[in-house]
């Protein structure tokens, strides 16, 4: 167990995946298959899922590539599934609206709030899922709050660092149960192919 007293899943199989939220629902046959790579960590604990993959590059790549709306609507999202930005508001207290569209036609709205910006380190929102909504994997019933941090690691490598809490149990078993980890492994993989691309 390491020093947060979280568990840690697997580095593959079925352990090592466990959900997205009900946006992607070939997400749930395909978590068997799906591997968590080797730059990859996963951490479940009881209101909390941590999400962790080393990029090959520069921060201030991992940086503009997550906060540019150009870029986000590239990667944002399982695989299959396309995202418009319809809203990014980079500030604290700005809003970040996405609208995914499933591979069958099924549009997911995503909400979210900013309360943190410390660029090129942290980012904080609060992901809300809207009212009659399928779900998206900016946030689990009804809220969760999200910080992502971008460490350093060397020169051309950066620990991205996914830290989702959800404000009961429930929610957090929701989320692992519907494919909140497979939806966020494949946008990590299309973050990394953009990175690799840009």
Request: aromatic share 8%; proline share 6%; glycine share 10%.
């Amino acid at each position: 167990m390491p020093p947060n007293g979280l568990p840690i899943t697997g580095r593959s199989g079925n352990r090592a995946l466990t959900g997205w939220t009900s946006i992607c629902t070939n997400c749930k046959r395909r978590r068997k298959s799906v591997a968590v790579k080797n730059s990859s960590g996963v951490q479940i604990g009881e209101q909390e899922i941590i999400i962790s993959r080393v990029f090959n590059a520069p921060r201030a790549l991992v940086w503009k590539v997550w906060t540019e709306r150009r870029h986000l609507a590239r990667w944002w999202g399982p695989k299959g599934f396309t995202t418009q930005v319809l809203e990014m508001d980079l500030r604290e207290g700005g809003v970040l609206h996405l609208q995914l569209r499933g591979p069958d036609g099924t549009l997911y709205p995503c909400k979210g709030t900013y309360s943190e910006i410390l660029e090129p380190e942290r980012i904080v929102y609060r992901g809300a899922v809207e009212k009659n909504s399928p779900g998206c994997g900016a946030g689990l019933p009804p809220q969760a709050l999200v910080p992502v941090s971008f460490v350093e690691q060397s020169a051309n490598q950066t620990l991205l660092t996914l830290h989702t809490r959800f404000e009961t149990a429930t929610d957090r078993l929701a989320a692992a149960d519907s494919g909140f980890v497979a939806g966020w492994t494949d946008g990590f993989d299309n973050l990394e192919e953009l990175l690799t691309n840009t």
